[in-house]
């Protein structure tokens, strides 16, 4: 789509910086889990909303017989009469009830520091500890790994691999022990629920 | 519903998307991711500052798609996306009068692999993508639209919203600043 509009010798000197600019660039390596969990979230979201909205605006049909049309004509009257009475001596009213919509999945963050460490990977029960499926990428700071994933409320426990091989259990975390000896962290996620 | 992935038209996708299929738009992240993260990065100087950007660009288009009003166009729809959060985030960034360039971060971010003549490349992106960021926005903005993303002044015009002689002058005066910046680097 290369067009020579411009002064050509702009051309030429643009042309000739442009092109380590055109090199690709690539995000951080959970910048997809991370768009993902989001987006699963939004997506569950606009499917409550639109559920509620649906059943409010859906015309239905009922039928009954004149019999039954009578006596809700009755009871409704009955309600209205009801409600009169009782509008002058009301209650205090109550605070407002808002309906929260709360995500299924949350997004942890795990950070790993170790200058010696040429790579880092994460393990754990949410990724059947499949070592090198979920791997840490290198922060900013020097020796510091971090990912970001979106994990269920509950108990999980991980783990991380250094190097590919050195197994560590996280030191900022309480450990586990399983019967084969084998160290692991535990994590507990509150539900957003519970936070609220 | 299931996708494959980039059998699918832009139109298919989207429409999947609109019934809240997560695999459609998984699809549609990768199949722009490429073209968009390069601008956002050219626009905001570092791959920390495009990661949030991008994150706000595609749960925009997530949010909007039903906007989307011409599917088969959904490409310069995205695009559009790109180039207004990348202004806002440029804008807000120049409000805090915190500039930050993290170099180290974009040229480690790309896998040696990919990038063959890395070592060589390294200093003079970097020393390029400084003299770019020290740019006026709009004027950063028609350069990289024109030179690095290859696109026609016509184009450019639609997805700006600015005029084609406007777009022309941006870029002539961003040639111009840059000639200045880069003397001591290019020996043009």
């Known amino acids: 789509m290369r067009n020579d509009e411009n002064d050509p010798r702009d051309d030429a000197f643009a042309e000739r910086i442009a092109r380590p600019l055109r090199a690709p660039e690539i995000l951080a390596a959970d910048f997809e889990a991370r768009l993902m969990a989001q987006a699963r979230a939004e997506i569950a979201r606009q499917h409550v909303v639109t559920r509620r909205k649906n059943w409010w605006t859906t015309r239905r049909m009922y039928t009954m017989s004149p019999l039954a049309g009578l006596a809700l004509a009755a009871g409704i009257a009955i309600i209205a009469a009801t409600s009169t009475l009782a509008l002058g001596r009301r209650a205090a009213p109550e605070a407002p009830r808002v309906a929260a919509v709360h995500d299924t999945v949350q997004l942890v963050r795990f950070v790993f520091a170790d200058s010696s460490a040429r790579s880092v990977s994460l393990v754990g029960d949410f990724n059947e500890w499949a070592r090198g499926r979920t791997p840490l990428h290198a922060t900013a700071r020097a020796g510091v790994w971090s990912v970001s994933i979106p994990l269920t409320p509950g108990r999980h426990e991980y783990a991380f691999i250094v190097n590919g091989h050195r197994w560590v259990a996280d030191p900022l975390s309480p450990g586990n022990r399983d019967e084969f000896g084998t160290e692991s962290s535990v994590l507990m996620l509150a539900s957003s629920n519970d936070a609220s | ?188």
């Open chain 2, 1 to 188: 519903m299931i996708v494959e992935r980039g059998t699918k038209s832009d139109a298919e996708l989207i429409r999947a998307l609109s019934e809240g299929d997560l695999d459609a738009f998984a699809a549609l992240v990768e199949r722009y991711r490429d073209a968009c993260t390069r601008f956002a990065v050219r626009m905001t100087g570092s791959a920390l500052d495009a990661d949030d950007v991008m994150q706000s660009v595609w749960m925009r288009a997530l949010r909007n798609i039903r906007s989307c009003k011409n599917p088969d166009r959904f490409g310069a729809w995205l695009y559009q996306i790109v180039i207004n959060e990348s202004r806002t985030y440029t804008k807000r960034r120049h409000q805090r009068d915190s500039r930050f360039i993290d170099d180290e971060f974009i040229v480690d971010s790309i896998p040696a692999a990919e990038q063959p003549d890395l070592a060589m490349r390294e200093e003079t992106q970097a020393e390029i993508q400084r003299a770019l960021d020290c740019l006026p926005a709009e004027q950063r903005e028609a350069f990289v639209l024109k030179y690095v993303e290859e696109m026609d002044y016509e184009t450019m015009a639609e997805l700006t919203g600015v005029g084609v002689s406007a777009l022309k002058m941006r870029v002539s005066r961003a040639c111009e600043r840059l000639r200045v910046l880069l003397e001591g680097v290019n020996h043009a």
